[in-house]
C-alpha cells in the first residue's frame, strides 16, 4: 500500500532563511510525486509534480523539488522563504494510470520576522 | 486551467439531516475526487469516481454515498449527519482541488 510520511509537523523559519520540508513515500512501482500548499480556510493549491524525467522539479513561487529514488524522498526546498510562504504544505503520491493520491499529514510553516 | 468549484465554503447541520455538498469542474475531466481533512491525519479519500454514474469507494467510504448524473458534478452525500463527520470536504477533479466546504454538525 501506498503512504507518505511527513516527519515534521511544524517548522518554523526566520524571512529570507532557506526552506527544507521532508517528504518520504513508500510505493511498490514507479511513483507520481506532488507538493500542495494550503492557505488557512483554502483549498489545495498545487506547488509541483514529479511524473518521470529530470529528477529535480522547479514549482510555483520559486519552489523546488527533488525525487530520489534511492532515499524514496521528495523534499521541498526554497531558497529565501517569504512571510506569505507560511501555510501547510502536503506532500502526495499517486499511481500511474489513476489520479487518486495519498497524501501526508503535513507540516505547518510559520515565518518569524 | 481547471476550475472547481464548489457551492458552499461553509455548512451547519444538525445531526440525522441528509446533507448534500456539490462539486462541479469546467474541464471535462473524467476523474472526480472527495476527500475528508482532518487536522493531524492529512486528508483522506471518501470516494471517487472516472466516469458518469460510475463510483468507487476510497479509504473511509462509510457514512457517506455519491451521484455523478453528469460529467462535470460530483455530489457528496451524507445520508444521516453524525457529529463525527463535523470535517472540512475537499473535491478535486484530476489533481486540482476546489476551495473546500467546512462542514459542521450539531
Known amino acids: 500500500a501506498q503512504s507518505v510520511t511527513q516527519p515534521d509537523i511544524h517548522i518554523t523559519v526566520s524571512e529570507g532563511a532557506s526552506l527544507e520540508l521532508r517528504c518520504n513515500y513508500s510505493?511498490?512501482?514507479?511513483?507520481?510525486l506532488f507538493w500542495y500548499v494550503q492557505s488557512p480556510g483554502q483549498g489545495l493549491q498545487l506547488l509541483l509534480k514529479?511524473?518521470?524525467?529530470?529528477?529535480l522539479v522547479q514549482g510555483i513561487k520559486g519552489f523546488e523539488a527533488e525525487f530520489k529514488r534511492s532515499q524514496s524522498s521528495f523534499n521541498l526546498r526554497k531558497p529565501s522563504v517569504h512571510w506569505s510562504d507560511a501555510a501547510e504544505y502536503f506532500c502526495a503520491v499517486g499511481a500511474l494510470g489513476f489520479q487518486k493520491l495519498v497524501f501526508g499529514t503535513g507540516t505547518r510553516l510559520l515565518v518569524s520576522p | 486551467d481547471v476550475k472547481v468549484t464548489q457551492s458552499s465554503r461553509y455548512l451547519v447541520k444538525r445531526t440525522g439531516e441528509k446533507v448534500f455538498l456539490e462539486c462541479v469542474q469546467d474541464m471535462d475531466h473524467e476523474n472526480m475526487f472527495w476527500y475528508r481533512q482532518d487536522p493531524g491525519l492529512g486528508l483522506r479519500l471518501i470516494y471517487f469516481s472516472y466516469d458518469v454514474k460510475m463510483k468507487e469507494k476510497g479509504d473511509i467510504p462509510e457514512g457517506y454515498s455519491v451521484s455523478r448524473e453528469k460529467k462535470e458534478r460530483f455530489s457528496l452525500i451524507l445520508e444521516s449527519a453524525s457529529t463525527n463527520q463535523t470535517s472540512m470536504y475537499l473535491c478535486?477533479?484530476?489533481?486540482?482541488f476546489g476551495s473546500g466546504t467546512r462542514l459542521t454538525v450539531v
Open positions: 510505493y511498490g512501482a514507479t511513483p507520481y
Open positions: 478535486a477533479s484530476g489533481y486540482t
Open positions: 514529479y511524473f518521470s524525467g529530470d529528477t
